[in-house]
């Protein structure tokens, strides 16, 4: 009987934190992208409030700008092309700021959101100007992503008052 209680209360507190990404989602611009970046993330499952969630998807664009600046690393090491050169460098430099902005978000929400949201719109900024800095982009789908998940986030604070 213990074990029957245990495991209905885990499926309601399942279902809960289920409607509570779906709640929260349908209130960004990109709704889907939200839900399938908290669902497939296996902290969103220990998340109890909206503070919760907006950090998971501060962690995700943290790994991603990480990713993102790797992946401009490696092109700089290849690339003999002067002016993509001067492009990717810019963009490195943009997102070393991004790696420094996340985490200040992830710290403030809960304690001043206007400044995580202002972190966190930062990162927006940073990849629109990366993008800016090229005719043709080889990281624009990255930087397309990394701003919509920015706008997730800043929608999600601003939700938090």
């Given at each position: 009987?213990?074990?029957?209680?245990?495991?209905?209360?885990?499926?309601?507190?399942?279902?809960s934190?289920?409607?509570l990404?779906?709640?929260?989602?349908?209130?960004?611009?990109?709704?889907?992208?939200?839900?399938?970046?908290?669902r497939?993330?296996?902290?969103?499952?220990?998340a109890t409030?909206?503070?919760?969630?907006?950090?998971?998807?501060?962690k995700?664009?943290?790994?991603?700008a990480?990713?993102?600046?790797?992946?401009?690393?490696?092109l700089l090491?290849?690339?003999?092309?002067?002016?993509?050169?001067?492009?990717?460098?810019?963009?490195?430099?943009?997102?070393?700021?991004?790696?420094?902005d996340?985490?200040e978000?992830?710290?403030?929400?809960?304690?001043?959101?206007?400044?995580?949201?202002?972190?966190?719109?930062?990162?927006?900024d940073?990849?629109?100007?990366?993008?800016?800095?090229?005719?043709?982009?080889?990281?624009?789908?990255?930087?397309?992503?990394?701003?919509?998940?920015?706008?997730?986030?800043?929608?999600?604070?601003?939700?938090?008052?």
């Amino acid at each position: 009987m213990l074990l029957l209680f245990f495991s209905i209360l885990f499926t309601l507190n399942y279902c809960s934190c289920g409607d509570l990404i779906a709640d929260t989602c349908k209130k960004t611009k990109y709704p889907n992208l939200c839900i399938s970046t908290l669902r497939s993330n296996p902290d969103s499952k220990s998340a109890t409030d909206v503070e919760g969630l907006v950090r998971i998807v501060l962690k995700v664009m943290l790994a991603r700008a990480n990713a993102i600046l790797d992946q401009v690393n490696d092109l700089l090491k290849k690339t003999k092309d002067h002016g993509l050169k001067q492009s990717l460098t810019i963009c490195a430099s943009l997102y070393g700021d991004a790696l420094y902005d996340i985490p200040e978000a992830i710290q403030n929400v809960g304690k001043n959101n206007p400044q995580a949201g202002s972190a966190t719109y930062g990162v927006f900024d940073e990849a629109d100007t990366c993008e800016d800095q090229f005719d043709e982009s080889p990281i624009t789908a990255e930087n397309n992503l990394i701003k919509q998940l920015t706008l997730v986030a800043v929608e999600i604070i601003n939700t938090l008052g």
